[in-house]
């Protein structure tokens, strides 16, 4: 697989259902909250978002979160989930990555990272050797920067598009 283009595309979170991650191997899932869980300006995560969280729990694979945005923003969403959340991870750096998959005690090979943004959350799975799973933006940003990161995008999806059809 290319190195910018996932492993996987869901066009929701859901689409990584616990069968689905059963049958890859993955033990322990790595997130992105905002825009892959939810939009920016929901605070704590959805009845479905926690259904999916408990069935994830009941099958024995881990969560954890790994996240860009501020402590505030990080605790507050995932205050009624509980699980292990980092805050300000400088992401496509690999670090917090790591630390998240090292606290939940899983390898590489058993982890998938999930995130709606190539040259944030897919370059960081990259980077920590993990597998991703890339989900569109529930709702996207319109300042310049992000149209601009979209922009670049948009040939490695048709490629992954183009690769991967069935």
């Not at 929701?12 to 689905?20: C, E, I, K, Q």
């Not at 790595?30 to 605070?43: G, K, Q, R, S």
């Amino acid at each position: 697989m290319p190195f910018f283009a996932p492993d996987f595309y869901f066009e929701t979170y859901a689409g990584a259902s616990v069968p689905f991650l059963k049958e890859q191997g993955i033990r322990a899932l790595v997130l992105d909250i905002d825009n892959t869980l939810e939009p920016y300006e929901n605070a704590e995560p959805s009845e479905g978002v926690r259904a999916w969280f408990a069935a994830l729990a009941e099958a024995g694979i881990s969560a954890a979160f790994v996240s860009n945005n501020d402590k505030q923003r990080v605790d507050t969403f995932n205050a009624t989930l509980g699980l292990i959340a980092y805050s300000k991870a400088k992401k496509p750096f690999a670090k917090k990555v790591k630390s998240a998959m090292k606290e939940m005690g899983v390898t590489k090979e058993s982890t998938l990272f999930m995130g709606d943004q190539i040259f944030t959350d897919v370059l960081a799975a990259r980077l920590a050797g993990i597998r991703v799973a890339l989900v569109p933006p529930i709702k996207d940003k319109t300042d310049a920067l992000t149209r601009f990161k979209r922009w670049l995008e948009r040939p490695i999806m048709k490629r992954f598009f183009r690769r991967n059809k069935k």
